[in-house]
C-alpha cells in the first residue's frame, strides 16, 4: 500500500510514519552505519515520501522514486488494505479516530447484520486474553462456578420482576417463528412460516437474571446450598439504535455473574467485592484506572436497590462505565420464590442477590485511553504479540544465515519468559511497513536485527510508547531486558492514564462553570471538560434537569471520598442545600 | 438422602452401594482396624441397607436402624436431592439410564425453554476442558485464528447457497420483531410491538458458512492471504422436534472452523488433517476411540462436496457422529463470489473451503462411553476433579489434627503435579454419601485418609475404574503413584472403548443378517447388535430403502479400509453389483 499515493485522510498517519522512518535513518547515521547497511532505510523513507501529495516539499522527485519502486505487491494493490490503515488525528475528530483506529489495526469491522460487529482474528484474542485472566479471578480467586442458560427466554419470564421489565423488555429480539418456508408467491424467497408460529414468543437474552433465578429456585433449598454463585460467559442482545463498535453494539459478549445469599449483608458484601475486583483487574491487566462508586438511584440497574461502577475516563474527556456489580436486595429472590431453610429447620427466608458484568465494552475503553494517533496501544498483559522481531537479512547470504540463527534464538528466549512473539520474516512486505503495520496494531515493543546489530552482538530495542528514541541492547542481555520492560511498560500505561484521570476530575467546580466548560464539549472534541466531583443532594428531578442542561448525568458517587465523609458540612453545587454525597458529574458513551 | 426408602428405581445403585460399602468395612477388618475405627463405615452400612425395602432379606431391624439414625440434615431431606440421584441400569432402560447419570452428576438439567438445556457447573467444567485442550490444537498447532461473527443473520444470506438453504433454512429461530410492549387489552402481558417488525427478518444462526463468507470477500484479495484459517467458538439453534440433552439440542455449544484456499487440493487436504485432528483429540482427551471415514452423498453436510465424520460405538450398540469436516469445494465461494488474484496478476480465481465442527454433543458421547450403572465415568484431561481426598478425621483432636495435617501435605503434593484436588471436608455429610456422591460425579480416584492410615503412614486409593479393589499406598509415594496411574487410567478407559469399537463392528455380514440383528434393537435396548461393515455398492435409492427396512443408516466409508482397497473384487452385500466402497451400517443416534 506504500506505493498508492495518500488520501487527505491518509496524510497525517502518514507524516508521522515519515517522520519516525527519517528518525530511523537518523540514528542509523549516527551509529556509524555503512551506505550499503543505510539503504534499505533511505529506500523505505524515499518511499514513504513518494506516497505525499503532489508538490509537497518533501515529496522526492517522481524519476528517482519510480526507479528505485518494486512492482506493488498483490497485497499492497488491495483496494481493501489501501484504505484501512489511515487514521485521523484526535484533536481532529475523536470519534472518527476511534472508528479508524478499530479499523487499522483490525480490531473489528461492521457486520451485515444491523447493529452488531464482527471481531476479527487480533480483537478476538484481546478479548480472549482478557477473558481468560477475569475468568481465573472470577473462579479460582472468588470460587465462582461457571454454567451456561438458554439463550432464548419465554417471554412471560421478563415480566416477572417488575422493574427489571421495565428496564430490559423494551428493546429485545423477539423470535415469533421456528421455520422459514419458500414464499408461495416467489419461491426464490423465504418467508417466516405462519404455520410455524410460536404459542409464546421467545426474546434473546439482553441479560440472563430471569432464567438463572429460576433455576436458583431448585438449585436451593438448605443454608448449606448458600451462597450460591454462578457465571456465564456469553452473547447477549440488546437492540439499540445508535451503536458503535464495542462501546454499543447490540449483540455483546459479556461475562454475568448472579449469586444468592442468606443475608443481605452476604450479598451487599459481594457486590461490592466484586466491583473492587473489577477495578483491579482493569488496571492490573489493561492498565485502565477507575473510579469506584455507586449509582444513583436514577441509574441504578433495573431490579437492584444498589448499583456499583468502575467509571474510566477517555482521552476525550468523557466517561465510560465500564464494568457494573448489582445488589438485588429480595427482588428475584421475591419474585421467583427463592427460599431457604435456615438452620433452624422451621423456618424457611428469602434469598438475597447479586449480579455483576463486564463486557466487550471493556476493548472500547482499553482503545479509547491508551491509543493515540498512530493506532493501537495495548498493555502487555492483552497484547495478542507483545514482542514483534523484525529481521533485516541484509544482502549477502551468510548475512542471512547469520541475522535468521540470531532472530530464532531470540525469539526462543523471550519465548522462555512467557512473551508472546511473532517473528515476521515476510519477504515481500518492506520494513518500514512492517514498522507501521506493528505499530498500527499496538505491539508494544519491536525489535530489529540487522547484519551489523548480529556482527556487533546487539539489536534495536523500539518501544510502542514509553520511550521516543531506538535503543541497542546486547543480545545476551535483551530476554531480561525485555521481560522487565515489559512491567515497565505496563506500568508505565497505568500511570499516565493515572495521571489523565488524576488531571481530569475538577474539584470545587461551581455548576456554572461546569456548564460553561461543558458546552464547549461535543461528542467528536478531544480533550473535553472531563469530570466535576461535586457536592450534592441526592435529587432525581435535579439530576434529570442537569441533563438536560448539559448532556451531563452523574456517573457514580465515588466510594473512597463518600466514605472519608468528604462531603459534610458542604451545600449542594445546584441546589444549595446540604449535600448527602460528592457525586461525580461528566458526560459519558 | 439414605435416610429415605429407596425406590424400585434407586434399587440397584443403592444395592452397588452397600456392595461397596460392605468391601470398605471388609477391607477395615482385615486391616485390624478397632471397634471404634469401624463404627462410622458399619453405621453407614447400616444406613444404607436401611434404605432396602421392606422385607428385604439384607435391611436391618426398624429398632436398631432408628436408633443409630442421625436427625437427616437439611441437604439431605432436600426433595431435589433425594430423586437426583437414581440411576437406572443401562441393561435396563440406556435411555433412561443416560438421562438418570446426567441428572445424577449434575452435568446438565433441562430449561424452560424448549429445546434447551442448563448446562450446570459440573457440566460446563468438563466442556470448559475439553474446549481449552481443542482450542490449543486448532490455533497454535494448525495456525486458525479465533473470530467471532453475529448471532443473527439477515435471511438472504441463507438463500445464497441453493444446497445449504435446503439443509438448514428449514427449522430454526426467526427474529421477526425488536421490540416487545405492554398488551393494550392487558397490560401485564407482552406482546412484540407491530410497530417494531423488522424489514427483513433475521435468523438465529444455525451455522455461520453465510455470515462468514460474506467477509471472506472482503478479506480476501491475494494469494497472499491465502489459506485464511478462522475458528468460531459459539452457540448455534436448531430448531429440533425431539432432543435429548447433548446429544441433540435446539441450542448448542459448538466451534466452527472455516478456511479458504487457493486450491482445491489444498482445501481437500485441511478438511482431512481437521478430521484427523478431531480423532487424535477425541482419542487423546476423551479415551473416545472413533472410526474416521467420509459420508455417502446423501448423508453430506448441505452445500459440500465431500463430508468427512468420526463415528464413534456408544455402549447400546448404536453410532454417533462425534464430529465432521466438510471440503465445501467452490461452492461458497461462487455463491459469495470470494476471490483471489494469483502470482500471475491478471488471473483472479474463485477460493475454495473447508468447515468443521464439533459441539457439546462430545459431552453426551463421553457418558455414553465409559459410564456405567453407578453414574458418570470421566478420562482425567476433562475430570473437573481428578482426585477426590475425604479425610476421616476420626473423633479424638489428636486424631484430627493429624488427618488434617496429612491431607494438606497431600493435597499439595498433588497439586504439585498439576493435578485438579478436591479435599471434601465437609462436616454434616457421611463418608459413604460422599463416595456415592463423587462416584455418580466420575472422578477418577478417590483417597481416603483416616487416624490408623496416618498412623501408618499410608492412605487408601480407590479408582473410579479400572481396580475393583481399594489399595493401600504409603504417603510418601503417592503422588508419584497418582500421577502415573492417571495416564494408566485414561489408557484403560481407551483401550476398554476401543475393544469395545472391535467388537462392535461385524464383518461380513449378509444384509438378511444385519436386518435380523438389527430388528432386535430397541432405542433404549443396551449391548445392541453394533455396527456393520459391508461390501457395498455407493446407491442412493438402495440406502434409503435400507433405512426404511433397517432403521440403519451408512454412518461412513471408513477411510483406512477403503484406502487399502478391502472393496476391490467383492459384491454389494445389497445389490449384489460390483462394490465401490466398504460401507459401515449401524444405527445412530
Known amino acids: 500500500m506504500l506505493s498508492t499515493p495518500a488520501s487527505a485522510a491518509d496524510l497525517p498517519s502518514l507524516r508521522a510514519s515519515i517522520a519516525s522512518q527519517a528518525e530511523a535513518v537518523r540514528s542509523l547515521k549516527e551509529s556509524g552505519a555503512s551506505k550499503e547497511a543505510l539503504a534499505p532505510a533511505v529506500k523505505e523513507l524515499l518511499e514513504l515520501k513518494g506516497r505525499l501529495p503532489e508538490g509537497d516539499p518533501d515529496r522526492p522527485k517522481p524519476k528517482q522514486q519510480k526507479k528505485k519502486q518494486p512492482p506493488p505487491s498483490p497485497a499492497a494493490a488491495s483496494p481493501a488494505d489501501a484504505s484501512s490503515d489511515s487514521i485521523v488525528p484526535r484533536s481532529q475528530d475523536f470519534s472518527q479516530w476511534y472508528q479508524d483506529v478499530i479499523k487499522a489495526s483490525e480490531l473489528a469491522e461492521s457486520s451485515p447484520t444491523r447493529g452488531s460487529m464482527i471481531i476479527k482474528p487480533w480483537g478476538m484474542k484481546v478479548w480472549d486474553l482478557l477473558k481468560k485472566d477475569l475468568d481465573g479471578r472470577i473462579t479460582e480467586k472468588h470460587g465462582v462456578d461457571n454454567a451456561y442458560f438458554p439463550l432464548l427466554i419465554p417471554k412471560s419470564f421478563l415480566s416477572k420482576e417488575a422493574e427489571h421489565v421495565d428496564g430490559f423488555a423494551k428493546e429485545c429480539a423477539v423470535v415469533t417463528h421456528h421455520r422459514l418456508k419458500a414464499d408461495p408467491a416467489d419461491p426464490a424467497n423465504l418467508i417466516p412460516d405462519p404455520d410455524a408460529e410460536l404459542e409464546e414468543p421467545l426474546i434473546v437474552r439482553p441479560t440472563s437474571e430471569t432464567i438463572i433465578w429460576s433455576s436458583f429456585r431448585s438449585w436451593i433449598n438448605s443454608h ?65 484506572p477507575t473510579v469506584v462508586g455507586v449509582k444513583s438511584p436514577s441509574e441504578r440497574f433495573a431490579g437492584a436497590e444498589e448499583t456499583y461502577t468502575i467509571e474510566a475516563l477517555m482521552q476525550n474527556g468523557w466517561a465510560l462505565q465500564s464494568g457494573t456489580s448489582h445488589y438485588l436486595g429480595q427482588s428475584f429472590g421475591k419474585a421467583f420464590d427463592v427460599t431457604y431453610q435456615t438452620s433452624d429447620e422451621s423456618v424457611r427466608e428469602t434469598v438475597y442477590g447479586t449480579s455483576w458484568g463486564v463486557s466487550t465494552r471493556l476493548v472500547g475503553a482499553l482503545i479509547m485511553t491508551h491509543s493515540d494517533d498512530a493506532g493501537l496501544v495495548l498493555p502487555p498483559p492483552v497484547a495478542p504479540q507483545q514482542v514483534v522481531i523484525v529481521p533485516i537479512p541484509g544482502k549477502k547470504e551468510e548475512e542471512k544465515a547469520a541475522v535468521g540463527k540470531a532472530v530464532d534464538k531470540l525469539a526462543g528466549e523471550l519465548r522462555g519468559k512467557g512473551l508472546r512473539v511473532k517473528v515476521d520474516d515476510r519477504d515481500w512486505i518492506r520494513n518500514g511497513a512492517k514498522y507501521y503495520e506493528w505499530e498500527r496494531k499496538g505491539v508494544p515493543l519491536r525489535i ?4 551489523r546489530d548480529v556482527a556487533k552482538s546487539q539489536c534495536v530495542l523500539k518501544w510502542r510508547k514509553m520511550k521516543e528514541d531506538k535503543e541497542a541492547v546486547g543480545l545476551d542481555d535483551v530476554a531480561a531486558i525485555v521481560d522487565k520492560g515489559m512491567g515497565e511498560y505496563h506500568d508505565f500505561l497505568l500511570q499516565s492514564a493515572r495521571d489523565r484521570l488524576a488531571g481530569g476530575i475538577r474539584l470545587d467546580a461551581s455548576y456554572e462553570d461546569m456548564k460553561g466548560l461543558l458546552e464547549k464539549d461535543e461528542a467528536g472534541a478531544f480533550d473535553g471538560a472531563g469530570l466535576f466531583l461535586v457536592p450534592w443532594k441526592c435529587d432525581a428531578a435535579n439530576e434529570d434537569k442537569i441533563k438536560e442542561e448539559c448532556k451531563a448525568t452523574i456517573r457514580c458517587y465515588p466510594l473512597d471520598v463518600n466514605e472519608m465523609g468528604m462531603a459534610e458540612g458542604k451545600t449542594c453545587f445546584y441546589s444549595g442545600e446540604p449535600a448527602t454525597h460528592m457525586a461525580l458529574f461528566g458526560r459519558a458513551f
Chains 1, 2 share one sequence.
Open 224 to 288: 448449606r446450598d448458600l451462597p450460591l454463585k454462578i457465571n456465564q460467559w456469553a452473547n447477549v442482545l440488546r437492540w439499540e439504535l445508535r451503536t458503535r463498535p464495542f462501546l454499543r453494539t447490540s449483540e455483546f459478549l459479556w461475562q454475568e455473574g448472579h449469586t444468592a445469599h442468606a443475608t443481605g449483608e452476604g450479598a451487599l458484601e459481594d457486590a461490592r467485592k466484586m466491583i473492587g475486583e473489577y477495578s483491579q483487574f482493569t488496571a492490573e491487566t489493561l492498565a485502565l
Open 448 to 451: 530489529e536485527v540487522g547484519p
